[in-house]
């Protein structure tokens, strides 16, 4: 009998790689109890279980920031999330245009996308990100966040994403309002908020983003929308209670994590915040 994928016929399209691969994660998320970041990433928030008819609180989603790892080493700190109880691996890619600061690109993205067995949540510091849409599905990353201020067709752009497999996530500076997002809310998966303005790790958190969270929570359940709240930028032991308290879904985080003593632990303490009820 022929073997599967072994003539070249039958080698598997980009599609179907991806495919497989999202089924993968799906598939090792369930065999770790990890039920409820699969839900979460499909946009639930809460899970009751029929059986004793208790509702099961959701925990955060946890995305570490792969820029404050150790770049010699990387091999290590992807293998320390592998580990860990982190739903996601956040990557930065910057241009040194849209912002003042350039991170890396395709060949690390490329590299760590074999390694890693998380989801990918790439955020995209660039001008012309539609550019880049069928580069970053070929990876198997799961979502694709781009900047509002970096794209002229959101909208067509957003639909490109989903074309291509992908999650689609829309990013909004700080002195970016919430309420330019009110007529494409419904189409995307997830809004990312900087509470930093984005570039570098290790900055102070604007205050701000709280009651921007706020609105945009507010925004996103009278719309119908089935968007997550994911925040990035000074995240760690003070700001992150209170984030998830003013309903954030998704804690980005990445000098608290991987500059911390114990990262396992630290990413552990992010995850046990329980996510708020509407
Ligand atoms: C900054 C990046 C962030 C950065 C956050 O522009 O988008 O993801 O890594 O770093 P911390 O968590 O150290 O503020
Ligand atoms: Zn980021």
Not at 124 to 140: V, W
Request: glycine letters at 6%; proline letters at 4%.
């Amino acid at each position: 009998m022929k073997h599967l994928f072994t003539s070249e016929e039958m080698r598997p399209s980009a599609k179907t790689i991806f495919f497989i691969k999202q089924l993968a994660y799906t598939y090792r998320a369930f065999k770790k109890n990890e039920l409820q970041g699969v839900l979460c990433q499909l946009g639930s928030r809460t899970l009751t279980n029929k059986k004793n008819r208790k509702t099961i609180k959701m925990k955060t989603i946890v995305s570490p920031s792969l820029l404050s790892a150790n770049f010699i080493d990387l091999k290590s700190d992807v293998e320390m999330i592998n580990k860990s109880e982190a739903d996601w691996l956040h990557m930065d890619i910057m241009d040194g245009v849209f912002v003042p600061n350039i991170s890396f690109g395709f060949p690390v993205l490329e590299a760590v996308a074999k390694a890693c067995t998380k989801p990918l949540d790439v955020h995209f510091m660039i001008l012309h990100p539609e550019q880049y849409i069928e580069q970053t599905a070929k990876t198997g990353a799961m979502m694709m966040n781009v900047h509002y201020e970096a794209c002229t067709h959101l909208h067509r752009t957003i639909q490109q994403i989903h074309a291509a497999g992908m999650k689609a996530g829309v990013t909004l500076n700080p002195s970016t309002p919430v309420s330019v997002l009110e007529d494409i809310i419904c189409d995307v998966d997830m809004v990312l908020l900087m509470s930093v303005n984005p570039g570098f790790g290790g900055q102070k958190f604007i205050e701000n983003t709280i009651q921007k969270t706020a609105r945009l929570r507010k925004l996103i359940k009278e719309s119908g929308s089935q968007a997550l709240i994911e925040v990035d930028g000074g995240v760690q032991g003070e700001t992150a209670p209170r984030l998830v308290k003013a309903g954030v879904n998704v804690l980005v985080s990445g000098s608290y994590v991987f500059k911390s003593k114990d990262p396992l632990a630290t990413i552990h303490s992010l995850k046990e915040l329980e996510q708020i009820e509407d």
